[in-house]
C-alpha cells in the first residue's frame, strides 16, 4: 500500500480523499489543512462521507513530510498563490513523494514550461528521488487523452474542438466565481481569468501538448472571447444574488492555429444562470457537461456528464479529474522519478476497483 497524503480539503481536496480511500493500492496517511478551525477533524468527514476513516486532519506539514510518505495529492488552490503552491510542491518532491496536483497550469505541458517553474521542480527531483504530475481540473483528460483518443477513431480530421459548458452557481467556490471570473461584477470589472493572455497562459499548454501528440506544428495561439450581462436579477441557491446588467456569462476560445485555421480549440462557456447567453451552446440536460467534437469525416462528438455530492455537476467534473490524478499514483511510485504530464501517463482503468464498496 502506497501511503498517500492528501494536502488541502476544499473542491479538489474532499474529492481526493475520497479517491484515495476508494483505491486499493493506495492508504490514506494524513491529511493537512490551512484552516485552524478544519485541524482535528475527521478526514471521512471533511470529505463529506458518512463514515470515519481514522485520519485526523493536521496542519504540521515538517511532521507529515518527515515520515516519508510515499505520494502527496497537492489538493490546495494555485490560482491566486502559484508561488506558494510551487514552494510547497517543491518540498514534497524533496521529500522522496510522488507528486499529483491541478495547481500549477504551466506544468500541464511540462516540455515547455517557463524555466522558473521547470528548474526548482527538477531540482528536487534530483535531490529527493519524487516525481511530478500535473493535470487540470476544467477537467485535464477533457482536454488532452480524451480528444487524442477520440481522434484516432477518424478517418480525416479537420479540427478538434473541447468544450467546457457550465453554469457557476454550482461551483463551491464563490470567491473564484465572482472575483476570478467576475459573475455579478460590472461589465467593465476586469475580471484576472479573463485578462489578455490569461486563457492561454492557463489552457495554451494542452493546445500545445495536443499538437504535440498529432505531430503538427503550431503557428500561433489565438484567443477569443465574450461576455454577456444578465438580463434580469435571478437568485442562486448557493452564491445569492446577481443583479441585471452585471457579467452573467463569459465564452472564450483558446484556438490552436496549423496552417492558419484554428485546427485545436478549447472552448469555455460558463455561465451564472441558463437565462443568460441561451443562445451559446448549452449541456445536453442539467448544469454542466463536458463535450469534444472531432469535425471530419466520420463528425464525431462526445458529451461527458458527471455528477458527485447528490447532483452536482461541478462537483462531478472535480471529481473525474482527480480520478485522472489519483489513478496515476500507482503508475508514478513505479516509474522512474521524473517530470511527467498527460502523454506520458496511461489511461488507467479501475484495476481492484469494480464493484467495491
Known amino acids: 500500500m502506497i501511503s498517500t497524503v492528501v494536502w488541502g480539503t476544499g473542491n479538489v481536496g474532499r474529492a481526493a480523499i475520497r479517491a484515495v480511500e476508494a483505491h486499493p493500492a493506495l492508504k490514506l496517511a494524513a491529511v493537512l489543512v490551512h484552516n485552524p478551525d478544519k485541524v482535528g477533524r475527521d478526514a471521512g468527514e471533511l470529505a463529506g462521507l458518512d463514515h470515519e476513516l481514522g485520519v485526523a486532519a493536521g496542519e504540521d506539514i515538517d511532521a507529515v513530510l518527515a515520515a516519508g510518505p510515499g505520494a502527496v495529492v497537492y489538493a490546495a488552490s494555485g490560482d491566486i498563490r502559484p508561488d506558494e503552491a510551487l514552494a510547497d510542491i517543491v518540498r514534497a518532491i524533496r521529500a522522496g513523494a510522488v507528486v499529483v496536483t491541478p495547481a500549477l497550469y504551466a506544468l500541464y505541458d511540462q ?27 476544467d477537467p485535464g483528460w477533457g482536454n488532452d487523452v480524451l480528444p487524442l483518443l477520440i481522434s484516432g477513431l477518424g478517418t480525416t480530421v479537420d479540427a478538434i474542438r473541447c468544450q467546457e459548458i457550465f453554469d457557476y452557481s454550482t461551483y463551491d467556490q464563490e ?48 484567443e477569443t472571447m465574450d461576455r454577456r450581462p444578465l438580463e434580469t436579477t435571478v437568485r442562486t441557491t448557493t452564491m445569492g444574488e446577481f443583479e441585471a446588467g452585471t457579467q452573467g456569462a463569459v465564452r472564450f476560445e483558446v484556438q490552436g492555429i496549423v496552417g492558419g485555421e484554428p485546427r485545436i480549440v478549447i472552448e469555455h462557456v460558463t455561465r451564472i444562470h441558463p437565462s443568460c447567453a441561451p443562445d451559446w451552446p448549452v449541456p445536453p440536460n442539467g448544469d454542466g457537461a463536458h463535450r469534444v467534437v472531432i ?21 462531478g467534473g472535480n471529481a473525474t479529474a482527480v480520478g485522472r490524478l489519483v489513478g496515476a499514483i500507482d503508475w508514478l511510485v513505479a516509474a522512474e522519478p521524473g517530470l511527467y504530464d498527460a502523454l506520458d501517463i496511461p489511461l488507467r482503468p479501475a484495476v481492484g476497483k469494480l464493484g467495491r464498496k
Open 295 to 315: 469535425e471530419g469525416r466520420p463528425r464525431i462528438e462526445v458529451t461527458v456528464e458527471a455528477t458527485d455530492e447528490g447532483t452536482n455537476r461541478s462537483a
Open 111 to 137: 516540455r515547455n514550461a517557463p524555466a522558473e517553474l521547470r528548474e526548482p521542480v527538477l531540482d528536487a527531483i534530483a535531490a529527493g528521488g519524487g516525481s511530478l504530475f500535473v493535470s487540470g481540473v
Open 175 to 222: 470567491d473564484s466565481v465572482r472575483n476570478l471570473v467576475g459573475m455579478g461584477q460590472p461589465m467593465d470589472y476586469g475580471a484576472p481569468m479573463l485578462w489578455p493572455e490569461m486563457p492561454t497562459m492557463v489552457w495554451g499548454g494542452q493546445i500545445r501538448l495536443m499538437a504535440r501528440a498529432l505531430g503538427v506544428e503550431l503557428d500561433e495561439i489565438r
